[in-house]
C-alpha cells in the first residue's frame, strides 16, 4: 500500500478525525458530545446518511451545478468560520479612541478566546458573522434557546493585570434605540428615566452576551484593593506599571505659535483630540504619552507642559452621578478610591457605605431577587447581613485615561463578560481614511 492509498483509506480519516473530536469532547467537558462519533463514524465509513444534504452527489461524467456548489461553498464557510469564532478566534473593530495609543479608532483585530478560555455561547441562535445586529440594526439573534454560563479551560496561562481585554459592556443590557452606543444608566442618572426614555427611547434589553464589544486594560483583579492618585494606579498601595500606550491630557503653553502638526502626528497624537486656545496661547488639552511629553517639552516654542488632573472639588469637575458607584464620595477619574473588586467566595458584610459598590452585582449580574427596605437587605423576602461573590470581577480602565469610559464610570466587569485578549491587528484605517500600514499585522502583547 502506498502512502497515498493509506491516508485515502477510510478508517485511517475516521482514525484521524475521530480522534481530533475526542480531544475537542474533552475540551467541552461535556461527555455527551461523544455521540457526534456516530456522525463521525457513518461520514467516513458507512455512508449511510448524506450529511451534505444540500450538495448532490454527481455520477461520474455528470455535469456539475454551479449554484449548487456554489452553495455548498458557502455553507461549509459558514460552518467552518462560526466554528472558529466561537472557540478561537473572532474579528474585531477598535470604535473609539478609548485605548490610544495602544489600540487606534479602525483598528481591525483578531481576538484570541483560547489564552481566557472560550464561552460556550449563552444565546446560540444568531444569525451567522453578527454579533447583535444586522439589516440596519434589527435584533439578530432568538432568546428561543439560553444557556447557563460555560467557560472552557485556557490554553493559555489565563487572565493577568496588566492585559489588554475585550468583554461584554456590562451596562448594555439596556439599550436607548436612539442613542444605542451611550449608557442608559449615566442617561437616567442625569436625566431621569421618563425623560430618556421619551427622548432617546425606545429601550430594549440584550442578553449579557450580545451586549456591546469593549476594549480595556484590566487593571485590577479579583481581590485588589485599587486606588487612582494623580491618574497613577495603586494596588494593595503598590503603584503599577504606566505602560508605554497610555496618555494622559497636558495643558500645553506655547510662546503664541501652534506646534508642528506633522511633529505631533509623528508622536502618535490624535488631532481629532487636540483642543487648541489661542487666548492661552496653546493647548488646553493635547492628549500625550510619557514619551511623547519628553518630546513636547524640548520644542523651542513650548513654554510648560502640565498634566489635567481633575481633584474634588476642582474644575471640569464630573459630576458624582457620573463616577461609579455614583454616591459623592469625592471620587474623581484621576483621584479614584480606594474600592475593593469582589472575588469569587469571599463574603462580605453589607452596610450603607458599601452596598452602593455591590447592589448591582446582586441584583443583575448574580440574578437575585434584592429589596433595600429602612435600611436593611433583603433576598427573596429573607433578610441577609451578607452576600458571598459567585464569581470573579475586574476593573478595567482605557489607556487614553482622560477619555475613557471604564470601569471609573460603570464599574466592575463580571468573569462571565469576559470575551478575550486581542492577538493581532489585521488591517487599520484611521478615521479621515487613510491606512495605517505600520500596523496591518501588528501583535498585541501582554506580557
Sequence with gaps: MTFKDFIRNKWVKFAFWGILYCLWVIWLRNPWWLLGLIVVFDYFVTKKVNWTFWKPRYKEGQKHNELLDWLDAVIFAVIVVTFINIFF?????IPSSS???????????FV?????????????LTVPFTHNTWLGGRKSYSEAIKCDYRRLKPLGRGIRRGDCVVFNFPHGDTVLTRVPAEDYYA?????GREYTKKTFGPVIARPADKTDHYVKRLVGMPGDTLRVQDGLVYIDGEQQQVWDGIQFTYRVVTDGTPLNRMKLESLGVDRSQIRYDSQLPGYYSLPLTAAAHEEVVKMPNVVSATVNLENYPGD?????????????????RDNYGPVWIPAKGTTVEL?????????????VYEHNNFEERDGKFFI???QITEYTFKQDYFFMMGDNRHNSLDSRYWGFVPEDHIV???????????????VRWNRIFKFVLNK
Design 351 to 363: 452596610t450603607s457605605e458599601n452596598i452602593a459598590f455591590y447592589r448591582r452585582i446582586i441584583s
Design 99 to 109: 485605548m490610544e495609543n495602544t489600540l487606534m479608532t479602525g483598528d481591525y483585530l
Design 420 to 434: 478575550g485578549t486581542p492577538a493581532v491587528i489585521w488591517f487599520s484605517k484611521a478615521p479621515e481614511g487613510k
Design 316 to 332: 471640569y469637575l464630573d459630576t458624582y452621578k457620573m463616577i461609579f458607584p455614583f454616591d459623592d464620595r469625592g471620587f474623581t
Design 187 to 191: 442617561h437616567v442618572r442625569i436625566n
Design 112 to 124: 484570541d478566546k483560547m489564552r481566557y478560555g472560550p464561552r460556550i455561547p449563552e444565546t446560540p
Design 89 to 93: 478566534f473572532q474579528s474585531f473593530k
Design 380 to 382: 427573596d423576602g429573607e
